[in-house]
C-alpha cells in the first residue's frame, strides 16, 4: 500500500541504515504505481470543485503524467486555455493510511524493545517523524502552500523555478499547478552536455542550500523524478509535498558543517552532525571523527 511504497522511498534515501544494494532496490519505488481509472479521477474532481468536469476544464489527458503512491496528475486546460497539471489523491486512502501507520508504529515498537539496532536508530521516532511528513503530503492545501513558499525562495536563482498555484482549484485532496514544459530528470536516456550539467547541478544546490541557510521554504525531495528539465534548458521542481525550513539553531548546525567540509576538519564535522541529531553522542567519537575523515580524503 502507499504507506509503505513510502517507507521504501524514504528508506532509498538512508545509506546510514541499509546497504547499496537494497537502497538500490527500494530506488525502484520512485517509479510509477498502477494507475487510477478515469472516472475515479472525474469522481475527485466533481467532489472538490462542485462542478461538471467540463465546467472547469477544457480539456483533460485522461492518460496520466504519473501515478504515484498517494496521488495521479493529468494533464489539463483551464477554460482560458492555460496549461495545468491536475493532482487528485487517491480515494479511500487517508483510511488506509492510518490502518498501515499502525502496523508501522507496532513493527517499530517490536524492533525497539527486541533488537539492538531497533533501539540504537530509535525506530518509534523515525516513525513518528514519517508519520507528521505523510499526513502533511494528504493534504494538498500544505503541498500547495509549501510550492509557494519555495518559489519565493527560488527567485534568487533564475535557473530553477517551481509551478505556480491555482488557489481557486485547490483543496485537500486535488492541486491544479502551472504545467512546466519539459520531462523529468528520470527519463533523460541521453546525457547533456557536462559542462550544462554542472551549470544546472551548481544551480540546484546553490537554489536549496541558500534557502536552508535564509531560513526559507527548501525541497525535501528532490529525487530525479520530482527535477524536470525544462524545454528552455533550465530546471523545474515540483511534487513539494515534502518540504523544510530549518530554525536558527539548524541553520547554525547546516553552516558549521559546510565550514568542515570546506576546511576538511572531521572533529568540527562531528560536532555538527552531533549537535542536529545525525549521529549519536553515545558512539566512540574517535572512530565518527576517523570515518569523517576518510570521507573527506576521498576524492
Not at 530506488?27 to 474532481?45: C, F, K, M, N
Not at 492510518?98 to 517499530?108: K, S, T, Y
Request: with cysteine; proline share 6%; charged share 25%.
Amino acid at each position: 500500500g502507499g504507506v509503505f511504497i513510502k517507507l521504501g522511498q524514504l528508506l532509498a534515501t538512508r545509506p546510514d541504515l541499509l546497504p547499496p544494494a537494497a537502497m538500490a532496490e527500494l530506488g525502484r519505488l520512485h517509479g510509477s504505481a498502477a494507475p487510477l481509472p478515469e472516472d475515479q479521477v472525474a469522481q475527485v474532481i466533481r467532489e472538490e470543485t462542485g462542478l461538471g468536469i467540463e465546467e472547469v476544464f477544457s480539456e483533460v489527458d485522461w492518460n496520466p503524467l504519473g501515478s504515484a503512491s498517494i496521488a495521479q496528475a493529468h494533464a489539463a486546460k483551464l477554460l482560458d486555455g492555460r496549461a495545468v497539471v491536475v493532482k487528485v489523491r487517491r480515494p479511500g486512502l487517508r483510511e488506509q493510511v492510518e490502518r498501515d501507520l499502525a502496523i508501522a508504529r507496532w513493527l517499530a515498537r517490536t524492533a525497539e524493545r527486541r533488537t539492538t539496532w531497533g533501539a540504537q536508530y530509535q525506530v518509534t521516532s523515525l516513525v513518528d517523524e514519517f508519520s507528521d511528513v505523510l499526513h502533511g503530503e494528504l493534504d494538498f492545501h500544505v503541498e500547495a502552500r509549501h510550492a509557494i513558499e519555495a518559489g519565493a525562495a527560488m527567485d534568487r536563482q533564475p535557473r530553477v523555478v517551481a509551478p505556480q498555484i491555482i488557489n481557486s482549484l485547490t483543496s485537500e485532496r486535488m492541486l491544479v499547478m502551472e504545467r512546466l514544459p519539459g520531462v523529468p530528470l528520470s527519463s533523460q536516456t541521453s546525457g547533456m552536455e557536462p559542462a550544462r550539467g554542472r551549470l544546472l547541478a551548481d544551480a540546484l544546490c546553490i537554489s536549496q542550500v541558500q534557502a536552508m541557510l535564509k531560513g526559507e521554504r527548501f525541497h525535501g525531495d528532490p529525487h530525479p523524478g520530482n527535477v524536470l528539465v525544462l524545454d528552455s534548458g533550465d530546471l523545474g521542481l515540483i511534487d513539494f509535498g515534502i518540504a523544510g525550513r530549518l530554525d536558527t539553531f539548524e541553520r547554525a548546525s547546516v553552516f558549521q558543517m559546510l565550514v568542515a567540509i570546506k576546511l576538511q576538519q572531521p572533529s568540527l564535522l562531528h560536532e555538527a552532525m552531533v549537535s542536529i541529531g545525525a549521529v549519536s553522542p553515545t558512539r566512540d567519537p574517535d572512530e565518527i571523527e576517523r570515518a569523517l575523515s576518510q570521507f573527506l580524503a576521498a576524492d
